[in-house]
């Protein structure tokens, strides 16, 4: 019963540490005792995943209705767009600009004999061949295409976020252009339907514990340790990098343009850095986070409802810090030379690509192979790193959250919300204090 009074984010933390040791003890063949415990566990990692997923869609929806009706004038909605996009692109920048410094002062990549001896090709590639193959540079069009959906519902059951956003922005501004009647009826709707997957998403984060055992502890039963060794150079390079835009970066940022001490944020916003580190999704990581930022640090809806939705698709400040260190890495282990001109290419198409991935699992390694190609890379030498992959994916989700949390809380503020972070935040997980 004790255990149960500790906060969530405890909880979550006990259940992750015991995570890696039972993954560990379990390995490969997933068995404990004589007891096959792999499928059970991805069992209940997959119901957890499922639970937060089913949210996303009429919780997008929603939240961005509510949100851009709630700003109103279009003149509010042009000042807290340009604040958004300007931040998003910001620590977007600085993360890849980290990323580039360091993978260029470590060179993981170089070193003697092919890089198929030296790192182990991943035997995943040829599964993967299927998602890379003819990736190019017009994919990232392609992308950016969908923007505006053809048929809006099939968008949102393709789970295609960028043009549900399109459509819900639209909607959203032109709720409060409608006469009166309509318009508040149709307020009340969307906002009720917003109220009531807060509620779901806490009820969901109560399992949180268990999910997330079950997530990591099968992870690292299957991934094990001995992948590590020849690419513990490149693990090293990324973490340093992410370690650098995670301690340094955004706290710097919070503190001179948020005015907040650093480690308030962090905690009020640790049950969501955990689930997207056990999820390796800043999608399914979206209600989790949307309820740390309003009910722990205090932001109001209505910039909660705009910055975060759109910041879980469109900012993702460590997967596009991966895609530079793992394009240079590949290059450096080829004995590629990469000009200046090109790593600056790379820096433009892992900022474009960052934007366009999906938040999921192994979102990276598409925009990773259509960079590849792009600047005339072997395709194949996304192997290379395929077998750090996920552990790498936890960390970069991790990161991605972070940073919009981080947006949420600095545009909040520069808009004059005063109750930011003010006081001791309440917790997640244990109830609506409403
Ligand atoms: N898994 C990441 C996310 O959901 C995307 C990626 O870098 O693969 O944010």
């Not at 096959?36 to 937060?52: C, P, R, V, Y």
């Not at 309509?182 to 009720?192: L, P, R, V």
């Amino acid at each position: 019963m004790g255990l149960l009074k500790l906060k969530l984010h405890w909880q979550i933390l006990i259940a992750l540490a015991l995570a890696i040791v039972v993954g560990l003890i379990l390995g490969p063949d997933g068995s404990l005792l004589g007891l096959q415990l792999d499928a059970a566990l991805e069992f209940i990692g997959q119901l957890f995943l499922n639970a937060l997923k089913m949210l996303i869609v009429p919780l997008i929806v929603s939240s961005i209705i509510v949100g851009v009706a709630g700003i109103g004038d279009s003149e509010n909605l042009g000042r807290m767009g340009a604040k958004t996009i300007g931040y998003y692109a910001m620590t977007s920048t600085f993360a890849i600009v980290v990323g580039l410094l360091v993978v260029n002062l470590i060179q993981p990549g170089v070193v003697d004999g092919s890089p198929e001896e030296v790192f182990g090709l991943s035997q995943d590639v040829a599964s993967f061949e299927q998602d890379i193959a003819g990736k190019g540079a017009g994919d990232i069009v392609a992308i950016f295409l969908r923007m505006i959906p053809t048929n809006v519902v099939a968008a949102a059951s393709a789970g295609q976020m960028l043009g549900l956003i399109f459509f819900s922005l639209l909607y959203g501004f032109f709720l409060t252009r409608i006469p009166n009647a309509y318009a508040e009826a149709q307020y009340d709707f969307w906002n009720g339907m917003f109220e009531i997957m807060m509620r779901i998403t806490d009820l969901v984060m109560r399992f949180a514990p268990i999910g997330v055992f079950a997530l990591v502890a099968e992870t690292v039963a299957e991934t094990g340790l001995a992948a590590f060794v020849p690419l513990a150079a490149f693990f090293f390079t990324v973490v340093a990098a992410l370690g650098i835009h995670f301690f340094i970066t955004l706290p710097l940022l919070l503190r001179l343009l948020g005015r907040v001490k650093p480690i308030h944020h962090y905690r009020a916003v640790s049950p969501a850095l955990l689930t997207a580190f056990s999820t390796a999704s800043s999608s399914a990581t979206l209600p989790v986070t949307m309820e740390c930022i309003e009910k722990n640090a205090g932001v109001s809806n209505k910039t909660t409802s705009f910055v975060l939705p759109l910041g879980a698709t469109v900012n993702m400040d460590g997967t596009a810090l991966y895609e530079c260190v793992a394009v240079m890495f590949i290059a450096q282990a080829y004995g590629i030379d990469m000009s200046l001109t090109t790593q600056f290419t790379v820096v433009l198409l892992a900022l474009l690509t960052s934007i366009g991935v999906a938040g999921i699992p192994a979102a990276s390694l598409v925009a990773i192979s259509i960079i590849l190609t792009a600047v005339g890379l072997p395709l194949e030498g996304i192997g290379l790193i395929l077998a750090v992959d996920r552990l790498l994916d936890m960390m970069r989700t991790a990161v991605n959250v972070t940073s919009d949390s981080c947006g949420a809380v600095i545009i909040a503020k520069s808009e004059g919300e005063d109750r930011v972070l003010a006081d001791e935040p309440a917790q997640l997980g244990q109830g609506r204090a409403d």
